[in-house]
């Protein structure tokens, strides 16, 4: 995976993170929005209207939120560039593939900073593994998101990060002293 599939490119994307994505009104978001429903600040080509403005208006959730790159994948990828806005018929079927997605690149960059590393090189080929399977052999296809067990994975790939956690709190307490 390289790095450059994890990071966000809003001008490759649909706003998916502005439709797929519910929030509950609080301190973070001005609003209640159920998940498939487009945000109300959407603007003209997918943009935020109140960008500028999010945490005056109340929106401070929505500064810190980083896709990790699935929202161009499932654009350009899974949807040759087609948009939700031009066929309004896809907004659900983008909502799902974009979920799915979305938790596999947050995996993906948890798995990418795991590389950074000193692991021993059985733990690196288990990282390496792990981010093997989630990763396409080819662009993402709404099909191999969708036949995706993302649950199974994530149970994986967490065990495995709670695996090295001991090991790194200790080496964490020793360089802290």
Request: hydrophobic fraction near 40%.
């Amino acid at each position: 995976m390289t790095p450059d599939l994890l990071r966000d490119d809003c001008t490759r994307c649909a706003a998916l993170c502005c439709v797929a994505l519910a929030f509950d009104r609080s301190a973070a978001f001005a609003c209640d929005k159920p998940s498939g429903m487009p945000c109300a600040h959407i603007g003209p080509n997918a943009t935020c209207s109140i960008h500028a403005q999010r945490q005056a208006k109340g929106f401070s959730g929505c500064i810190g939120f980083s896709c990790n790159g699935a929202g161009q994948r499932v654009v350009q990828e899974c949807f040759a560039g087609r948009d939700w806005r031009d066929d309004p018929r896809l907004i659900t079927r983008m909502t799902k593939a974009f979920l799915v997605a979305l938790k596999v690149h947050d995996l993906l960059m948890l798995l990418a900073e795991v590389e950074k590393l000193p692991l021993s090189p059985q733990e690196r080929e288990k990282a390496r593994e792990f981010a093997h399977a989630l990763s396409s052999d080819t662009a993402l296809t709404e099909s191999w998101l969708s036949d995706l067990d993302v649950s199974k994975h994530q149970a994986s790939v967490h065990a495995f990060l709670r695996g090295l956690a001991p090991r790194w709190a200790s080496m964490q307490y020793s360089v802290s002293r």
